[in-house]
């Protein structure tokens, strides 16, 4: 509303028949009426989401395959604004219609509170998407303030301000001057770039994550974890269940299986996967760029499942090795995600491979504000790993809860890290607000 103030309706108009459409199911024994009704909530909010999301590449799209065949034919695009977080909403309202018609909840018989599971503000723009079994049932409830959740709430608000302000935006600097310049950069400062971006993003979008967790466990409500270390994982098919979470679920519930899933033939169990992935780009936006960055992970999902049915590949790889298999996989793909066009995408991945140009001639040009941050960018990501890998550690995890005085040592630790390093400036928005 701050931006367009009419648009506080496209929240209210799909919710007001979202409301009105499960209940009528919800009383309905007629399963054509039924699926009727779904079909009404579903063109709805994908109405919506296609013409202020897609309209526009669709458009753009059809004017090029008709220049290619010379012909005069012309679609004018149209003047739009996306609206902020219209990808979760419109998604978090159709699991709701798609839970009632399955008979797995009942419907919400208060508007008001339909309409805050809809728009409920710490994860309305960027996820979690939750599902009503789980945020629904707590909308009901009256909870008072609570230390306990004020602290654990608070812990991950402060965990996830310094993923995103420090770490994640201190790393944006020089991934945004390489991928924003791709002629003028080679080798290794194209190398540099992707991993930086690699972490930026995970940072960026796990940081809000963390905070619209916190945010509403201060409120006493429980949101979904989105994120798992998924830089960890072993394979793509591990990362994508430790990466958004909340998303790669729901296409599993709502797309992936509905399909048939891997209940059918072999081929068409290969279809399914690779069509949920390619879907996942799309979701992600409206560009061609997004549509090779959902294929590949796609590709590689086909490749993993015929090779575990399978058993082509026999060879038993180190973890490690096959952790810096999935990275450099998922960080290449990272390339059409961020580049700002599919030919700067091309250009990136050729530079890549050039390493005749010498790395420090090319950020000798490099200001003193930019030199710093390029090199603070490597110790961020090891203090990272370094955090991460120690909340796992059983016997520090539990000295942690005993010890007040290690608890607030840490807390103050990222205080000051956040206070000194972070990043505060209005550019600086979160990656997932585009979406």
């Not at 009426?33 to 296609?50: A, D, E, M, P, W």
């Not at 992935?277 to 560009?287: C, E, K, R």
């Not at 038993?316 to 952790?323: E, N």
Request: proline residues 3%; glycine residues 6%.
């Amino acid at each position: 509303m701050c931006w367009k103030w009419q648009y506080i309706f496209l929240i209210f108009f799909p919710a007001t028949i979202d409301f009105f459409v499960a209940k009528s199911m919800e009383k309905s024994e007629d399963e054509k009426r039924r699926k009727l009704l779904l079909v009404i909530s579903v063109v709805t909010n994908l109405g919506l989401l296609f013409y202020f999301k897609y309209y526009n590449f669709f458009i753009d799209s059809v004017n090029s395959v008709s220049s290619i065949f010379n012909s005069d034919f012309f679609i004018e695009g149209a003047r739009i604004l996306l609206p902020v977080g219209i990808s979760f909403y419109t998604f978090q309202s159709i699991s709701y219609t798609v839970e009632v018609y399955r008979r797995n909840i009942m419907a919400e018989q208060k508007f008001g509170r339909f309409a805050l599971f809809v728009s409920y503000f710490p994860q309305l723009v960027a996820g979690p998407i939750n599902r009503p079994q789980i945020l629904l049932p707590q909308l009901r409830e009256f909870n008072q303030l609570n230390y306990t959740n004020m602290v654990e709430g608070g812990r991950l608000i402060l965990w996830g301000l310094f993923k995103k302000v420090v770490v994640a935006d201190r790393l944006a600097f020089f991934a945004n001057i390489v991928f924003n310049n791709p002629d003028s950069y080679h080798g290794i400062s194209i190398l540099i770039a992707i991993i930086f971006f690699a972490f930026q993003i995970y940072c960026d979008f796990s940081g809000y994550s963390d905070i619209a967790i916190g945010v509403a466990k201060v409120m006493g409500v429980d949101l979904v974890k989105n994120f798992d270390k998924p830089y960890y994982a072993h394979s793509i098919k591990e990362f994508w269940s430790k990466w958004h979470i909340s998303l790669s679920t729901w296409f599993r519930d709502y797309l992936y299986i509905p399909m048939g899933g891997n209940k059918v033939g072999v081929p068409k169990w290969l279809l399914n996967l690779f069509i949920t992935f390619l879907v996942s780009g799309i979701w992600h936006g409206a560009s061609w760029n997004f549509v090779i960055w959902g294929a590949i992970h796609g590709i590689f999902i086909v490749l993993e499942a015929i090779n575990s049915k399978y058993n082509i590949i026999t060879l038993k790889l180190p973890a490690l090795i096959k952790m810096i298999f999935t990275f450099s996989i998922v960080s290449f793909a990272w390339i059409f995600f961020r580049a700002n066009t599919i030919q700067d995408s091309f250009t990136v991945i050729g530079n890549l491979f050039d390493f005749k140009h010498s790395f420090l001639s090319e950020i000798g040009h490099l200001n003193g504000s930019n030199m710093y941050n390029l090199a603070l960018g490597i110790p961020l990501i090891l203090l990272l790993i370094l955090f991460e890998r120690g909340s796992e550690v059983s016997n520090l995890q539990n000295y942690f809860k005993s010890s007040v005085v290690f608890r607030y040592t840490c807390y103050i630790f990222l205080i000051v890290l956040i206070a000194f390093f972070g990043v505060f400036v209005d550019q600086s928005s979160f990656i997932y607000f585009q979406f």
